[in-house]
């Protein structure tokens, strides 16, 4: 909440300067770029959730399909989504791409068996001198890949030095990927066939990859506060996008596709805070 209040005090102060400003009532000169953060929901794909380990018991490759986050889902003006940016090929026409991504990479570490009175029966565990060696545990490999991109155009209807509504079409691109890997191996020196003894979570890496594209219809409208910094409302009244996701479960194993088809309407509003120049 405290950060809702401190921008409202924000875009109050700006207007309050802008108003102490005298102002030139003929046209403002176009400048051909600018570039804007926004605020709201964007149109990422959910989390892409990696086939489980083959050590488990009933191991099953899910067939869940990807899911459009920020098409149904609430809307949060102080999350910031992206930066977009413009360039305006005249006065009433420009072209726009705006978007957001996200790269994690987590390397695996190996485990380490540890040892303690239990496992090695050399020792009584209620003895002062039993001897305990902790497990380290693995590290998983952990690395994911997010992409929002969309491109597309603008036509302003209006275009003075103050409030210019605009409508266009944008192709919104989405790709996600994520990679695991868990190197824990144990022994367990209870057993004396090796086949029972020892126990390798994964044979090789496993990856989900989430691919999505459509279309949108835009309508919005830019406020200047001055001739370089603008405020605007954006929302999608139609927008639609196809998404499919691939899950690979192991290396040499078949793989799993799933698609879904999602269609929004009066969705994704987004709040601009940005400079023409």
């Not at 409208?221 to 910094?229: K, R």
């Not at 194993?253 to 509003?269: C, I, M, N, V």
Request: glycine share 10%; hydrophobic share 40%.
């Amino acid at each position: 909440m405290k950060y809702k209040v401190l921008s409202l005090f924000i875009l109050f102060g700006l207007a309050g300067v802008c108003s102490l400003r005298a102002q030139d009532e003929g046209d403002a000169k176009v400048k051909k770029f600018s570039g804007a953060i926004l605020f709201g929901r964007g149109i990422y794909l959910s989390e892409p959730t990696v086939p489980a380990s083959p050590g488990i018991n009933d191991w099953t490759v899910s067939g869940q399909a990807p899911y459009a986050e920020g098409i149904s889902t609430q809307n949060e003006l102080t999350n910031m989504i992206g930066a977009e940016f413009r360039y305006f090929l005249s006065g009433k026409v420009a072209l726009k791409l705006n978007g957001s991504g996200i790269f994690r990479n987590t390397p695996a570490r190996e485990n380490v068996q540890g040892v303690t009175p239990a496992t090695s029966g050399a020792v009584d565990p209620s003895s002062p001198n039993a001897g305990w060696i902790p497990n380290y545990a693995a590290t998983v490999m952990n690395n994911t890949i997010n992409l929002n991109v969309s491109v597309g155009a603008e036509y302003h209807f209006v275009n003075t030095s103050r409030l210019s509504p605009y409508l266009g079409v944008m192709v919104p691109v989405c790709y996600g990927r994520s990679s695991q890997y868990d190197p824990t191996a144990t022994v367990d020196v209870t057993k004396s066939d090796v086949g029972s003894a020892v126990k390798i979570t994964d044979v090789g890496n496993r990856h989900i990859e989430q691919i999505g594209f459509g279309g949108q219809l835009v309508t919005g409208a830019d406020y200047n506060l001055t001739e370089s910094l603008f405020i605007g409302l954006e929302i999608k009244p139609v927008s639609y996008l196809y998404a499919y996701n691939i899950k690979y479960p192991a290396p040499g194993l078949e793989s799993r596709k799933a698609d879904t088809h999602t269609w929004g309407f009066l969705t994704q509003p987004v709040f601009k805070i940005g400079f023409r120049f």
